[in-house]
């Protein structure tokens, strides 16, 4: 029974198009987040998401947003895909409070063509 | 900026002996630290973690040693085994001025390899 799952796994797409990469937790934690692994692969944080706000890294830029329709799904929306935007992008949950360890999913592996 | 460093991007180890993996870190209001295992193809395995005030935590073959002032941890695996050879991260945590939990900072990782 998976407790972070994400959709699509591999995702493949020109440049200038939207996508959705979705992501449901089944651990009933009050945060989530979107993390992108780039070539180097250093994982960033992009966003974390609680019922009470989000917090943004000040370097995504805004063709990224976090759309959350309730507490067990946080769906990352890319608008206008470039060439830099191919990474592997994880989703992870945690209870709310610093310490508390993140879990992952298996990530979405974006190429933009 | 890497607040979180791991300087050896692999390490070669003899199964049944002792993997010490290390990580550097420079900001010094991380308050938690976390290590994490990641197989190819998958998600980051949270592993053990260490409170910014303990020095050491142990978790069945699993130790972190904390050493503050020199802002430095490590991981030790013992006895390796090869289902061991992974990429381990190492992450930190810091309180987020509005109480909540901000995303980690991770370091790059470090390939660990067992040698049969």
């Known amino acids: 029974d998976t407790a972070v799952s994400q959709t699509p796994k591999y995702l493949v797409t020109q440049m200038g198009n939207d996508k959705s990469i979705k992501c449901e937790q089944n651990?009933?934690?009050?945060?989530m987040y979107w993390y992108k692994q780039d070539s180097k692969k250093f994982l960033k944080i992009m966003f974390s998401y609680n019922n009470k706000e989000l917090i943004i890294n000040e370097t995504v830029p805004n063709r990224f947003s976090p759309k959350s329709p309730d507490k067990a799904h946080l769906n990352l929306h890319i608008n206008s895909l470039e060439l830099g935007d191919s990474a592997v992008y994880f989703c992870?949950?945690?209870?709310?409070?610093?310490?508390?360890?993140?879990?992952f999913g298996p990530g979405t592996r974006l190429l933009v063509l | 900026d890497q607040q979180v460093k791991q300087n050896s991007p692999s390490l070669s180890v003899q199964e049944g002996r002792i993997s010490i993996l290390n990580c550097d870190y420079t900001?010094?209001?991380?308050?938690?630290f976390l290590w994490y295992k990641k197989y190819p193809a998958e998600g980051p395995t949270f592993l053990i973690s260490?409170?910014?005030?303990?020095d050491k935590n142990e978790d069945g073959r699993f130790t972190v040693f904390l050493n503050k002032s020199a802002k430095h941890l490590s991981l030790h695996i013992v006895p390796s085994q090869p289902g061991d050879s992974a990429v381990y991260f190492c992450a930190a945590s810091a309180m987020y001025s509005g109480g909540g939990a901000d995303g980690l900072t991770f370091g790059k990782g470090t390939h660990l390899i067992i040698q049969p």
């Open positions: 260490i409170s910014s005030i303990k």
């Open positions: 992870a949950s945690s209870q709310v409070g610093t310490g508390a360890p993140q879990y």
């Open positions: 651990l009933g934690h009050d945060t």
């Open positions: 900001n010094s209001m991380f308050d938690y």
